[in-house]
């Protein structure tokens, strides 16, 4: 008897390797896949902006990086905190004036813009299709800095809108990088306080424009995080306490697809000897014996012959 359905994932027209240069943008959902990655010492790169949910509001910010054009004072604001942000970043991405803000931008920009020069994939995880846009001064807002609601206008976004958008950052980003892999996916996490209706029509619009951006670029990718979570297991044994975010066990569920998806048999293997090898090393005493001692070189030995170029974290 199958207790559930086993999705299977469409092949990816590529692989990736342990040492490619990997950007995650998006939803809050895509940071679990970074962290996994990141841990191992991986080249990887996540959401340098902030988390950003909404599909306009993440080509905003890129469209900036790729153009080059700087984030207007427009969309700067001073939060309860007295620090300075702005309504196209997240609220990690501060300063104490405006001019502090502006550099830090133009340094984020141009670090992103350095990275995605040289990246072998993209991937982008679309969270909502609720969109904020600033009533003065007419743009998306990628968040809204506890400012009042009544600045705001809340829509659900067109399907075209998002397809329009979308399309023409992923020619920006062919642009600068031809080779580069792009990656789509839907977040799985629930966004309860629009109310539950509320998340499945958003949900849906995301798809139907994902299908459609699919059709007209066959080039981009998508990864079923959201049938995994939501029709895979299909639990809320699956969910945190708050019945909104994925728990651990559907974390590790989506880690291993993307793993069997993205890379080979022997790529697989690495990162079994990377995932030892990080356990060890978080989990050793200070006072280090011999056998200990051997076996983190027996481990290093075998990930060295697997992977020459790479390298462990300081501990």
């Given at each position: 008897m199958k207790f559930h359905l086993d999705l299977k994932a469409k092949p990816a027209p590529f692989e990736l390797q342990c040492n490619d240069t990997i950007v995650f943008e998006g939803s809050c959902f895509s940071e679990h896949l970074y962290e996994r990655?990141?841990?191992?010492?991986?080249?990887?790169?996540?959401?340098?902006?902030?988390?950003?949910?909404?599909?306009?509001?993440?080509?905003?910010?890129?469209?900036?990086?790729?153009?080059?054009?700087?984030?207007?004072?427009?969309?700067?604001?001073?939060?309860?905190?007295?620090?300075?942000?702005?309504f196209?970043?997240?609220?990690?991405?501060?300063?104490?004036?405006?001019?502090?803000?502006q550099n830090t931008l133009r340094q984020q920009q141009a670090k992103q813009f350095k990275v995605l020069l040289k990246s072998k994939a993209l991937f982008i995880t679309w969270g909502s299709a609720w969109v904020y846009k600033h009533k003065q001064h007419d743009f998306v807002c990628a968040n809204c800095h506890k400012q009042p609601a009544s600045d705001f206008w809340k829509e659900l976004s067109d399907v075209h809108d998002l397809v329009l958008s979308s399309s023409s950052i992923l020619t920006l980003l062919k642009n600068i990088n031809p080779d580069l892999k792009i990656i789509f996916t839907?977040?799985?996490?629930?966004?309860?306080?629009?109310?539950?209706?509320?998340?499945?029509?958003?949900?849906?619009v995301l798809h139907v424009a994902l299908h459609m951006l699919i059709q007209k670029h066959p080039d981009i990718y998508y990864f079923p995080s959201f049938e995994w979570i939501q029709e895979d297991l299909r639990d809320?044994?699956?969910?945190?306490?708050d019945l909104a975010h994925p728990?651990?066990?559907?974390i590790d569920y989506i880690w291993k697809k993307f793993i069997t998806t993205f890379y080979n048999k022997d790529q697989q293997l690495l990162?079994?000897?990377?995932?030892d090898y990080t356990k060890f090393q978080n989990h050793i005493s200070e006072n280090r014996s011999a056998?200990?001692?051997?076996?983190?070189?027996?481990?290093?030995k075998k990930i060295k012959s697997m992977a020459?170029?790479?390298?462990?974290?300081?501990?």
């Amino acid at each position: 008897m199958k207790f559930h359905l086993d999705l299977k994932a469409k092949p990816a027209p590529f692989e990736l390797q342990c040492n490619d240069t990997i950007v995650f943008e998006g939803s809050c959902f895509s940071e679990h896949l970074y962290e996994r990655l990141n841990a191992y010492n991986l080249p990887v790169f996540s959401n340098m902006f902030g988390n950003i949910y909404h599909p306009l509001a993440i080509n905003q910010i890129l469209r900036s990086v790729l153009t080059q054009i700087e984030v207007p004072v427009t969309s700067f604001v001073k939060r309860d905190t007295n620090r300075y942000c702005s309504f196209f970043t997240h609220g990690q991405i501060s300063a104490s004036d405006p001019q502090a803000l502006q550099n830090t931008l133009r340094q984020q920009q141009a670090k992103q813009f350095k990275v995605l020069l040289k990246s072998k994939a993209l991937f982008i995880t679309w969270g909502s299709a609720w969109v904020y846009k600033h009533k003065q001064h007419d743009f998306v807002c990628a968040n809204c800095h506890k400012q009042p609601a009544s600045d705001f206008w809340k829509e659900l976004s067109d399907v075209h809108d998002l397809v329009l958008s979308s399309s023409s950052i992923l020619t920006l980003l062919k642009n600068i990088n031809p080779d580069l892999k792009i990656i789509f996916t839907i977040s799985p996490v629930k966004h309860l306080r629009d109310g539950i209706h509320e998340n499945v029509l958003s949900k849906s619009v995301l798809h139907v424009a994902l299908h459609m951006l699919i059709q007209k670029h066959p080039d981009i990718y998508y990864f079923p995080s959201f049938e995994w979570i939501q029709e895979d297991l299909r639990d809320y044994r699956f969910y945190k306490a708050d019945l909104a975010h994925p728990n651990s066990q559907a974390i590790d569920y989506i880690w291993k697809k993307f793993i069997t998806t993205f890379y080979n048999k022997d790529q697989q293997l690495l990162f079994e000897v990377l995932e030892d090898y990080t356990k060890f090393q978080n989990h050793i005493s200070e006072n280090r014996s011999a056998s200990d001692l051997q076996h983190q070189q027996n481990l290093l030995k075998k990930i060295k012959s697997m992977a020459p170029h790479w390298m462990p974290n300081a501990h």
